[in-house]
């Protein structure tokens, strides 16, 4: 039970780059996200899915796409890279307390992103 | 405007006493609390949680404490161990989780010697 994986672990891009970061899990679980961690920041939300096929906004989503077409990947993809988006990214899953789960989020080891 | 706040950047407390962690929020239709704690270069890792319609609660050295009046909670570690140097984050959300956590800036937990 590998729990929430993330790959690469470290990419470095160019300004205008592209890239996608995979998330996996292997806990069942129905809630996937995505956030960054900036320095002396806390973790903000990018995008979040409550299902397979689906995806939602969250509080930072300008300049990244996501997409679930498997229930246990969640893809963060960034379309042209800038390096406001230099950043630590962290993937989170979740079994909803609605659905016999607690609400707590389990994370990914992250990937350090730096665009130049 | 931040929702969660961890007003100390960092805390320092000897080997063995006790540290206490706070966090105030502004959003009362939170009602699900949540302590991670973070090392260097790795993911956070839950460590516990609190429900609205608790005020405490227990999982061997650490302790959560609830007060909605006031919308402050606070994490207390006790003895407190070197193992417990890292980041702690408190996070919040409303009912269901669906659209996320809402985390505040983390405070830097050193235990000397």
């Known amino acids: 039970n590998a729990g929430v994986t993330q790959t690469p672990k470290f990419r470095v891009l160019k300004t205008g780059q592209s890239m996608t970061l995979l998330c996996a899990q292997d806990?069942?679980?129905?809630?996937m996200y995505w956030y960054r961690q900036d320095p002396g920041m806390g973790l903000r939300l990018i995008h979040y899915?409550?299902?397979?096929?689906?995806?939602a906004k969250g509080e930072v989503p300008d300049g990244y796409n996501v997409s679930r077409l498997k229930k246990q990947n969640f893809l963060l993809g960034l379309e042209s890279a800038a390096p406001s988006q230099t950043s630590v990214y962290f993937c989170a899953s979740s079994y909803p307390a609605g659905r016999g789960g607690t609400d707590t989020q389990y994370f990914g080891p992250g990937t350090r992103l730096t665009v130049l | 405007d931040q929702q969660v706040k961890q007003n100390s950047p960092s805390l320092s407390v000897q080997e063995g006493r006790i540290s206490i962690l706070n966090c105030d929020y502004t959003?009362?239709?939170?009602?699900?609390f949540l302590w991670y704690k973070k090392y260097p270069a790795e993911g956070p890792t839950f460590l516990i949680s609190?429900?609205?319609?608790?005020d405490k609660n227990e999982d061997g050295r650490f302790t959560v404490f609830l007060n909605k009046s006031a919308k402050h909670l606070s994490l207390h570690i006790v003895p407190s161990q070197p193992g417990d140097s890292a980041v702690y984050f408190c996070a919040a959300s409303e009912t269901g989780g669906a659209d996320g956590l809402t985390f505040g800036k983390g405070t830097h937990l050193i235990i000397q010697p």
């Open positions: 899915s409550v299902g397979e096929g689906t995806t």
């Open positions: 959003n009362s239709m939170f009602d699900y």
């Open positions: 806990m069942n679980h129905e809630y």
């Open positions: 609190i429900s609205s319609i608790k």
